[in-house]
């Protein structure tokens, strides 16, 4: 009797989290649907960084616009421009500018569109905890690298329940550290001028040109 209670108790285990996987690729499935309906999203951002073996703690605010492959990133000082052929990627700084190609069949290229979207592959997940932030009912999905060599050991993704958009990324290393990357304004379908993916050299004119290809 014992062993078939067993049996029955790791049936019905395994039934929950089929379930409860299930539940985690619909959400994902919406949020990647969601996305693809917008012509152009613009995003405020507040990221983190801790490790306290480290004693390790930063933290950093930016700002994303994306329009089809092509954006504009500011962060960390630095912006990063896309206009679906080359990247500039401009360091007040040092008063220099790289531009590169992008191969965008590249599947480890790592770009914005991307980012929206990447739980797409290369992850186990489950349904994990619902939170209540400010009032907005936020679902969280744990993500399983399937890559032994990732050196993250697992990534929660926080989704808006009524918007289907994200809210955060919580991403915790191997090595103890802990990444945070929370949106502060999700606005969609804004009007961009054309040249707003444009890079413009007249405006730097004292910057080192680095050009890589």
Not at 85 to 95: A, F, G, L, R
């Amino acid at each position: 009797m014992n062993k078939i209670l067993s049996i029955a108790i790791l049936l019905l285990v395994g039934f929950t989290t089929n379930a409860q996987d299930k539940k985690a690729k619909d959400l994902l499935d919406q949020v990647t649907a969601k996305i693809k309906t917008y012509n152009n999203v613009t995003i405020d951002f507040k990221y983190t960084l801790n490790n306290s073996k480290e004693n390790i703690n930063k933290e950093s605010k930016g700002n994303l616009m994306l329009e089809g492959n092509k954006y504009v990133l500011n962060f960390m000082g630095v912006t990063k421009i896309y206009d679906g052929k080359k990247s500039y990627t401009i360091v007040p700084e040092d008063e220099e500018i790289t531009i590169s190609s992008l191969n965008e069949k590249d599947e480890n290229a790592i770009t914005p569109q991307k980012m929206l979207t990447f739980f797409n592959a290369g992850y186990k997940f489950t349904w994990d905890i619902l939170q209540d932030v400010k009032g907005r009912k936020i679902q969280y999905i744990k993500l399983i690298p399937t890559n032994a060599k990732d050196q993250r050991k697992e990534i929660l993704l926080g989704i808006d329940s009524q918007t289907k958009n994200i809210y955060t990324v919580i991403e915790m290393g191997k090595n103890g550290t802990k990444t945070t990357l929370t949106v502060n304004s999700f606005k969609t379908n804004q009007p961009l001028s054309k040249n707003q993916f444009t890079f413009v050299a007249s405006k730097y004119p004292n910057y080192y040109i680095n050009k890589i290809d």
